[in-house]
C-alpha cells in the first residue's frame, strides 16, 4: 500500500491547489492569539495588529489576530468533505496589557468561526498540561481576592462540517481495517486527556545566534490518536498550520495521505531529519499499542470475564466483533520529489511477549 504526502511552503488562507470536498479530517495546531511569542508573525499578516498592541489595546489586537485565522478556517470549510471533521488544539492566552491582567479565550473565537462556517459543534477534550512550578499562583500570594487561577489546559476543539454524519460504503474493508481496540475508545474518547505531555514550542538552528523559530507543536501521539479516531486507512489529512510536520508524520505511521502547509521552509531539514527515523518510530507505536492490547486482555482474564473474539491478523482475543480485522501497517521505504514523499506500507507482523492462557 502506498500513500502521498505534500508539503507547500506558502499561507494557508490561500489553498487554491486543493479541491473543494477532498479532505477527510483536519488535524492542526495553529499559533495562538495573544501569546507574546506569536505577535511577529500575526503583526506580518495583518499590520494593525501591531499598531493595537503599541496602543495597548488588547482587545482589538485578540480581535484582529483571529482575523488572520478566519481566512484560514474559511478555506478548512471549503476543501473538508461534507461529514468530515476539523480537530484544532487550541490554547487560551493569559496576558497583561497596560495594566489589566486578563485571559483571551482563544477557544471560544475559533468555536464562533467554525460555527459560522456551517459546522456542528461536536464534544471538546480538554488537554491537562500541569505545572509543578512552585510560583505558578498568580496575584496576591495567600490573601484573597485578587489571585488568579492557574491556566493548566488547553482544548482540542471538534467540528463536524454539515448536520450530516460522512457517508460510507456499507462494506468497507479500510474502516474494519481502521478499528480501534474497545479499551482504547474508552480512553480515547474521553472528554480529558491527561496521558499526553506537551512539547517544547522553541526551535533553535544553529549558526544563527540561537535565533528562536517558532512552531505551535504538539506530541506525536496527539494527532496519532485524532487520526485513528476520526479517519480511515487511505484518508486525506490536512494542516494548514504544518509546524515541524508533527501531523504529516502521525498520518505517515497511520497509512493516511497527508497535505501540510506552512510559511516557514526552514521546518523542512528538522522534517527531514524526523522521517530518517520514522521507521523504526513506526514500528515502536505499533509493537506498544499492541503490547498495551494484549496486557489489558491478559487483566481482563484474570478476572474471570469471557472473551468471546479473536483477532483475524494478530490472533490474540479482543472485547468485540468490531476489533476482529484491526491492521497495523508499518513504513516499508520512502521517496522524496520537491517536497512530495511517496510511502510503500507493509502489513505489520506482531508477536507478543506475553502468553495470554
Known amino acids: 500500500m502506498k500513500t502521498n504526502h505534500t508539503i507547500l511552503f506558502k499561507d494557508s488562507s490561500d489553498m487554491s491547489e486543493l479541491q473543494s470536498n477532498s479532505i477527510d479530517l483536519m488535524i492542526t495546531s495553529p499559533p495562538y492569539p495573544m501569546i507574546e ?3 511577529s508573525l500575526f503583526a506580518s499578516l495583518n499590520d494593525d495588529v501591531k499598531q493595537a498592541l503599541d496602543e495597548e489595546d488588547g482587545r ?3 480581535n484582529l489576530m483571529h482575523e488572520v485565522l478566519d481566512k484560514v478556517w474559511g478555506e478548512v470549510a471549503r476543501v473538508l468533505k461534507f461529514g468530515g471533521i476539523a480537530c484544532i488544539n487550541i490554547g487560551d492566552a493569559t496576558r497583561k496589557i497596560g495594566k489589566n491582567f486578563q485571559l483571551y479565550p482563544n477557544h471560544v473565537k475559533v468555536s464562533n468561526s467554525f460555527q459560522n462556517n456551517g459546522f456542528i459543534v461536536l464534544p471538546s477534550i480538554l488537554w491537562r498540561k500541569p505545572t509543578n512550578s512552585p ?8 490573601l484573597p481576592p485578587n489571585a488568579y487561577v492557574t491556566l493548566e489546559h488547553e482544548h ?3 467540528f463536524r462540517k454539515g448536520d450530516i454524519k460522512r457517508k460510507l460504503p456499507t462494506k468497507s474493508e479500510n474502516r474494519y481495517n481502521s478499528a480501534f481496540f474497545w479499551e482504547e475508545r474508552n480512553k480515547w474518547f474521553t472528554d480529558v486527556w491527561e496521558d499526553i505531555k506537551g512539547v517544547s514550542q522553541k526551535i533553535y538552528k544553529k549558526n544563527q545566534n540561537k535565533t528562536r523559530q517558532r512552531s505551535a507543536a504538539f506530541p506525536l501521539e496527539l494527532p496519532y490518536r485524532l487520526i485513528n479516531m476520526f479517519s480511515l486507512i ?3 489529512i490536512l494542516d494548514p498550520f504544518w509546524g515541524t510536520g508533527t501531523t504529516s508524520l502521525a498520518a505517515m505511521i497511520s497509512t493516511r495521505n497527508s497535505i501540510g502547509y506552512e510559511i516557514n521552509s526552514g521546518f523542512m531539514n528538522l522534517f527531514r531529519k524526523k522521517l530518517s527515523k520514522l521507521k523504526q ?5 505499533n509493537n506498544n499499542r499492541l503490547d498495551q492490547h494484549v496486557d489489558f486482555i491478559s487483566r481482563y482474564k484474570k478476572r ?5 473474539y479473536t483477532s483475524t491478523h494478530y490472533k490474540f482475543p479482543v472485547i468485540t466483533k468490531q476489533e476482529i480485522d484491526c491492521l497495523l501497517y508499518v513504513i516499508n521505504n520512502y521517496t522524496e520529489k520537491k517536497n512530495k514523499f511517496i510511502l510503500d506500507h507493509q502489513k505489520f507482523e506482531y508477536e507478543s511477549k506475553v502468553k495470554i492462557d
Open 234 to 236: 487511505e484518508d486525506s
Open 60 to 62: 482589538s489586537a485578540f
Open 281 to 285: 518510530l513506526n514500528i515502536d507505536v
Open 304 to 308: 474471570l470475564k469471557e472473551v468471546k
Open 135 to 142: 510560583n505558578k499562583f498568580l496575584g496576591s500570594g495567600m
Open 156 to 158: 482540542i476543539l471538534i
Open 37 to 39: 511569542m506569536w505577535d
